[in-house]
C-alpha cells in the first residue's frame, strides 16, 4: 500500500513540471511545422517518464488524428477521440525484473481509479489504438501474462496527457505541497474560487463604447419580426433584401435585432443548380454593410467583401448583386462588416442549391433547412457589443441560448420510421456544436459544397462557424426525440472538463407509419462514383511540394494583469464554450490580434499579397501554434475557391468532399489542396467573428486565364 501511494506522488508531480518543458527538437512530437513554428506546449504528445530504477527507459506517445469527416473527431458526447502511437526506448528484458512475460500499457484517469488496457507494448513504435478522454495518463507496467486485464506489476514508465496542464491554472490560485492529487476537489474543502473572486477581476470592463442596435430608436417605430420564410427564385429573377431593425422577445426579453426583409432571419432561398439570380440589396441598418455569398463561386464583383471587391454599401443605399449557383448544396449569406455585430444579430440567410441530377440525393420522407446559432443575453436582454471595436475578442462571443432558424425552441412532427435530411449551417460567432438526435441513427452524405466520396454513418455532427453538412436521419419508434448539443465543457479557471447537454429543438415521432416506400434504401451506404472521379484528377497533385505555409497565431498587449496571468500558453485543442467569460468579454480590439502570418516573408494578415493563375492547384499548409498565450480552434474560410483537405497533422483524409471552410484546431497541421479555378481578389480568413474583425484575414488574387504568364497544368472547374 505505501508503495501504490508514493506511485501516486510522482506521477502528479510529473504533470506538473516534466511534461511543461519544451521538447527536444528531435522528439517524433509532431509532423512537419511551419518554419518559424516551435513545439513546446505541444498539444499532440506526451512524454513518458521512467521510475528511478530504469533511467535508460524513454518513450513519448504522440496523439494523432483519428479520421473523421468533420476534421474533429469526438465522441457522440463531445469527448475528443486520440489514436495513440508510443515510440519507446530502452526497456530492459523483463526476466531482469522478475517473472515478467513483457510490458503493457494502460491509460488511467488523473485520479488513477479507473483504467483500461491498451495493449502489450515493446521497444520501437508500437500503436496504441483509440481512446476517447480529455485527460488521462499512461501507465507501462511490467506484466506476467499479457493477457491481464488489471495491472498488477511493477510501474515503469508513467505519462500525463497535454489535457492536464490546464490543472496549473488551478494550482497557481490554489498552491500546495507538490504532489498532492487534487483532480476532483480542492483539499482545503471549500468551493474554488469564480472567475469573480479572483484579485482584479470584478472591476474588467471592455474598453470600448456599448452598443446595441435601435439605441435612441422608439421601439414603436419598430417592427415585430416574422418567421423565416421560403423565396422560389429562378435564372432573370431579381430579389429584394432589406437589412433592418426588429423587435424580438426571446427567453422572455424584448428587444431589438437586425432581420433581412423584416424576418427572423434571411429568408431561405430555394434555387436550382445553373441559377443566375440579381439581389438589391438596401441597406437600412444605420451602419455599413454588405453581403458576402458564403461558399458560392460567383464573380469576384458580386463576393460582397468590403475593401477587396466593393465599397461599404452605406446606410441608406442600395447594391445590386449577381449571384450565380454553380455547384449543388447548402450555402448562406451574411454581411462583411462588423460580422460580430451585424450576423450575430440575426443577418444571415440560407442558400439551397437543388442539383440537376435527380438521383443526387437519396429519396427522403422530407428535407428540413436548419441554421444553428447561440445569442447572448443579460438581465435586461441583449448583452452589449462594442461600438469601436469587438468585445470578446479573444475567444469570440459565445451565447447562453440556443437558436434554431433563429427561434428558441424547434419541433418538427414525423411519422414512425421516415427519414428526414437535414441541411445544417452554423451561423454561430464562435461555437462549435456536436449535435446529434437522441441515438437516433444518422449518416452524413455532404458537406459545405457538395456530396462526399461515400456516405458514412455518424453517431453526432461537428460543425464549426460558416460550416454545413447534409445529414440524413430515419427516427423509428414513436415518441419524443431530443435534438441537442453534448460537448465536454472547459472550466479554464479549475483546468477540468464536464459534461453539458443543451437541447436544441424536438422532433416529436408518430405512432402512425410513414408512407409505404423502400425501407431499404436508408441503410445503404452510397459511393458517390462522380465525386471519386473528380477527386482522383486532383489526387496527382497531393505530394507536391507546399506552396505557402500559414501560421495561425496571436498577439497581445496593454492586457490587464488579472488576465495577462491567465495566458500562460496552458490549451487545449478544441474549445466548446467560453471557459472563462468575464475575461473573455473585457478583451477588445484593442488589447489581442489575432494573426495569419507567412512564416517565409514574416507579412501578416493584409501585408500578406499571394498571386496565383487561375487553374492552379495550390498546396497550402496552415499551423495553429499551440504555443500562442491562448491557442485555439480557427475555422479558415476561403472565399470564391474549393479546397480539399488532404490530411491533418500528416493522416491523410480518408473520404473527401470540397469544402470552402475548414476547422484548424490548436497545435494541428492542415494541408489544404486549393482549387483556383475563379479569378479575382478573394479573402482567406478565420469564420470566429471576432477573429475576423480583429485582423486575421488577408487577400489573395487569382489571375485570369492567360494573364501574367503560363499557369500550372490543372484540372478546369466544373460544378459539382
Not at 498552491?175 to 480542492?186: H, K
Not at 435601435?214 to 421560403?230: E, F, H, L
Not at 485555439?632 to 476561403?638: R, T, Y
Request: charged share 20%; hydrophobic share 40%.
Amino acid at each position: 500500500m505505501r508503495r501504490r501511494c508514493s506511485t501516486l506522488i510522482v506521477i502528479a508531480w510529473a504533470a506538473t513540471s516534466l511534461e511543461a518543458q519544451p521538447l527536444p527538437p528531435s522528439a517524433p512530437c509532431a509532423p512537419q511545422r511551419a518554419a518559424d513554428s516551435t513545439v513546446s506546449f505541444a498539444l499532440n504528445c506526451l512524454m513518458l517518464v521512467p521510475v528511478p530504477d530504469l533511467p535508460d527507459a524513454s518513450g513519448v506517445v504522440v496523439l494523432r488524428p483519428v479520421p473523421s469527416p468533420f476534421g474533429v473527431a469526438v465522441s457522440s458526447d463531445g469527448r475528443q477521440r486520440h489514436h495513440l502511437v508510443a515510440t519507446i526506448a530502452g526497456l530492459p528484458d523483463t526476466r531482469t525484473l522478475g517473472e515478467y512475460g513483457g510490458y503493457v500499457a494502460w491509460a488511467y484517469t488523473l485520479a488513477l481509479d479507473s483504467g483500461v488496457k491498451l495493449g502489450t507494448v515493446v521497444n520501437g513504435r508500437v500503436d496504441l489504438g483509440e481512446l476517447d478522454r480529455e485527460q488521462f495518463r499512461i501507465l507501462i507496467s511490467a506484466e506476467r501474462s499479457m493477457s491481464t486485464l488489471s495491472r498488477n506489476g511493477p510501474l515503469v514508465l508513467r505519462g500525463t496527457s497535454p489535457g492536464a496542464r490546464l490543472l496549473a491554472h488551478r494550482d497557481l490560485l490554489q498552491p500546495s505541497a507538490p504532489g498532492a492529487v487534487r483532480d476532483s476537489a480542492p483539499v482545503t474543502g471549500r468551493a474554488m474560487p469564480s472567475t469573480a473572486e479572483m484579485a482584479g477581476m470584478a472591476a474588467l470592463k471592455p474598453g470600448v463604447t456599448p452598443f446595441l442596435p435601435g439605441d435612441g430608436v422608439s421601439s414603436a417605430k419598430i417592427r415585430s419580426a416574422r418567421p423565416r420564410g421560403t423565396i422560389h427564385v429562378t435564372t432573370g429573377d431579381t430579389l429584394a433584401l432589406e437589412a433592418g431593425l426588429v423587435r424580438r422577445t426571446i427567453a422572455g426579453k424584448a428587444f431589438t435585432m437586425y432581420g433581412f426583409n423584416g424576418r427572423v432571419i434571411g429568408p431561405l432561398i430555394d434555387a436550382a443548380q445553373g441559377t443566375t439570380f440579381r439581389a438589391r440589396y438596401h441597406n437600412a441598418l444605420g451602419q455599413p454593410s454588405s453581403i458576402h455569398w458564403h461558399g458560392v463561386r460567383l464573380d469576384n464583383r458580386s463576393d460582397g467583401a468590403v475593401d477587396v471587391t466593393q465599397k461599404a454599401v452605406l446606410p441608406g443605399e442600395s447594391f445590386t448583386y449577381i449571384v450565380h449557383l454553380p455547384d449543388a448544396g447548402i450555402y448562406w449569406y451574411h454581411p462583411h462588416v462588423r460580422e460580430d455585430v451585424q450576423q450575430d444579430l440575426g443577418l444571415y440567410g440560407n442558400l439551397l442549391v437543388r442539383p440537376r441530377n435527380a438521383g443526387y440525393y437519396s429519396r427522403v420522407d422530407r428535407e428540413e433547412v436548419l441554421m444553428l446559432d447561440d445569442v447572448l443575453l443579460g438581465a435586461d436582454g441583449l448583452e452589449p457589443y462594442g461600438a469601436e471595436s469587438p468585445v470578446s475578442a479573444l475567444m469570440g462571443r459565445f451565447g447562453n441560448v440556443f437558436l434554431v432558424n433563429g427561434e428558441p425552441r424547434y419541433s418538427l412532427d414525423v411519422r414512425r420510421r421516415e427519414v428526414v435530411r437535414f441541411f445544417l449551417t452554423n451561423a454561430a460567432s464562435a461555437r462549435i456544436f456536436n449535435v446529434s438526435f437522441g441515438g437516433a441513427r444518422m449518416k452524413v452524405i455532404g458537406g459545405d459544397m457538395g456530396r462526399f466520396e461515400h456516405e458514412e454513418w455518424v453517431e453526432s455532427v461537428v460543425i464549426a462557424p460558416a460550416e454545413r453538412y447534409i445529414i440524413e436521419v430515419e427516427f423509428p419508434e414513436p415518441g419524443m426525440v431530443a435534438m441537442v448539443n453534448r460537448v465536454q465543457a472547459l472550466d479554464h479557471l479549475r483546468g477540468w472538463y464536464s459534461p453539458e447537454i443543451d437541447t436544441l429543438g424536438m422532433i416529436r415521432v408518430a405512432k402512425a407509419p410513414a408512407k409505404k416506400r423502400d425501407g431499404t434504401r436508408f441503410a445503404v451506404l452510397r459511393q458517390n462514383g462522380d465525386v471519386s472521379r473528380e477527386v482522383t484528377a486532383f489526387r496527382r497533385y497531393a505530394d507536391k511540394p507546399v506552396d505557402h505555409d500559414l501560421l495561425l497565431t496571436l498577439r497581445t498587449r496593454a492586457l490587464p494583469a488579472a488576465i495577462d496571468n491567465m495566458l500562460i500558453g496552458i490549451n487545449a485543442p478544441v474549445e466548446w464554450n467560453d471557459g472563462m467569460p468575464m475575461m473573455n468579454r473585457a478583451t477588445t480590439g484593442k488589447e489581442i490580434t489575432w494573426l495569419l502570418r507567412d512564416p517565409v516573408t514574416g507579412n501578416e494578415n493584409m501585408d500578406i499579397r499571394w498571386r496565383f493563375h487561375q487553374g492552379d492547384v495550390v498546396k497550402l499548409r496552415l499551423f495553429n501554434d499551440p504555443a500562442s498565450s491562448h491557442a485555439m480552434d480557427h475555422p479558415i474560410h476561403l472565399h470564391g475557391q474549393r479546397f480539399l483537405v488532404l490530411a491533418r497533422d500528416g493522416v491523410p483524409t480518408e473520404n473527401h468532399v470540397w469544402k470552402d471552410t475548414a476547422i484548424i484546431p490548436a497545435g494541428e497541421t492542415a494541408d489544404l489542396l486549393v482549387d483556383m479555378s475563379n479569378p479575382g481578389r478573394w479573402m482567406l480568413h478565420c469564420h470566429i467573428a471576432e477573429h475576423l474583425s480583429t485582423g486575421m484575414m488577408l487577400a489573395f488574387t487569382v489571375e485570369p486565364r492567360g494573364v501574367g504568364g503560363a499557369r500550372r497544368s490543372a484540372p478546369v472547374q466544373r460544378p459539382l
